[in-house]
């Protein structure tokens, strides 16, 4: 087999595109992941943890007060 001019361009040509089509999808899921972490109003992974950061906080105050409630009915009786 003989190197020729058209098969180094040939060579050159499928490593540039691969090359080109790697850059392009690691530019395009980096965006995507990045903009999962930014508040967008509600679908986006970081309002899903504040949400649940908020629900978390509310059901430890509910179990704080439980707490309390029965401390002082066991002071009472």
Known sequence: MTITPELIA??????GGTLTAFYGFNKWI???FLSELKP????SMRDQVNTNTTRLER??????????????????G
């Open 10 to 15: 040939a060579i050159f040509t499928g490593i």
């Open 30 to 32: 980096i965006t995507k």
């Open 40 to 43: 967008n109003g509600g679908s």
């Open 59 to 76: 059901v430890e105050n509910r179990i704080d007060d439980i707490y309390k409630m029965l401390a002082e009915r066991g002071n009472h």
